[in-house]
């Protein structure tokens, strides 16, 4: 059982930044898949942004605002935020996949406030 710990949420005032990150209990090489989602109030869980065998895609309501990175040393997964709108308010979760057979984790989820 992989476990995934995410921090960084908070409340932000609109044009700041966050980063968010997502500590795994195993090494990212393990994974075929790596990602950040958000769920709003109301709304699906949608995918914010994610890597698939190196190669990474955002959604379109972020691009060019948010990156996502990691660092294989600590096992962690980022999620760069900037100039953050009130419309990204949600709770943000980290997401790994296996393959052989398929697996997926999830983290505990954060929240990400965008208000003045």
């Known amino acids: 059982q992989v476990q995934l710990v995410e921090s960084g949420g908070g409340l932000v005032q609109p044009g700041g930044s966050l980063r968010l990150s997502c500590t795994s209990s195993?090494?990212?090489?393990?994974?075929?898949?790596m990602g950040w989602y958000r769920q709003a109030p109301g709304n699906q869980r949608e995918l914010v942004a994610g890597?698939?065998?190196?190669?990474?895609d955002y959604a379109d309501s972020v691009k060019g605002r948010f990156t996502i990175s990691r660092d294989g040393a600590k096992n962690t997964v980022y999620l760069q935020m900037n100039s953050l709108k009130p419309e990204d308010t949600a709770v943000y979760y980290c997401?790994?996949?296996?393959?052989?057979?398929?697996?997926?984790?999830w983290g505990q989820g954060t929240q990400v406030t965008v208000s003045s």
């Open positions: 195993e090494n990212l090489f393990n994974f075929y898949a």
């Open positions: 890597t698939i065998s190196g190669n990474t």
């Open positions: 997401n790994v996949k296996k393959r052989f057979p398929f697996q997926e984790f």
